[in-house]
């Protein structure tokens, strides 16, 4: 009686780490795909765009101003931590200065309400655009950085399923010798 109970547990044990198994593989298998699907696609299209960070030694990146940049010098923004990187430490500086660190909302409120200030609509036009290309660029990292989520994800979950398999493969040889 007792083996017979024992290859019952066995069996239900096998099963549900094969199917166990087979969910890890398919979870693993979609993560892997999420995540090459995110990468390529935010190195597709910010490559497309070339945007490169100013060469090394430019006096538009000047060290003492873009000390966390220097690695950069030069490169193509084509991932997710670069694009981040133009975005806030390149764009964003430049912005704050544009008109002493006010922000679009700020100078287009200020410009309504005089819009023969020439110098008050050119900063406006200036931050419109500096502040959208940052935001896409910030949003090419979100996208990126997903997509690295899922590779985590994805590795995690494949290992998990070798493991799975592997104790699945021990269950059935545990079985056998119940025989």
Not at 98 to 124: C, I, M, R, W
């Amino acid at each position: 009686m007792a083996k017979t109970q024992r290859k019952t547990i066995d069996k239900v044990f096998v099963l549900l780490g094969i199917l166990s198994t087979v969910m890890l593989l398919v979870i693993g298998s979609v993560a892997w795909w999420g995540y090459s699907f995110a990468t390529n696609s935010v190195r597709d299209e910010l490559s497309s765009q070339k945007i490169y960070f100013p060469p090394k030694g430019s006096p538009s990146l000047d060290p003492s101003e873009f000390p966390d940049l220097q690695k950069y010098a030069g490169q193509l923004v084509d991932n997710g931590p670069k694009a981040k990187a133009y975005a806030n430490g390149f764009i964003g500086r430049h912005v704050q200065k544009v008109a002493d660190g006010k922000t679009y909302a700020e100078v287009s409120t200020l410009a309504l309400k005089d819009p023969s200030n020439q110098k008050l609509q050119q900063q406006k036009q200036t931050l419109f655009q500096g502040e959208t290309l940052r935001g896409l660029l910030l949003s090419s990292y979100v996208y990126w950085t997903f997509g690295m989520m899922a590779q985590y994800l994805a590795v995690a979950s494949l290992a998990a399923a070798a493991i799975m398999a592997v104790l699945v493969y021990l269950g059935l040889v545990h079985m056998a010798r119940l025989k």
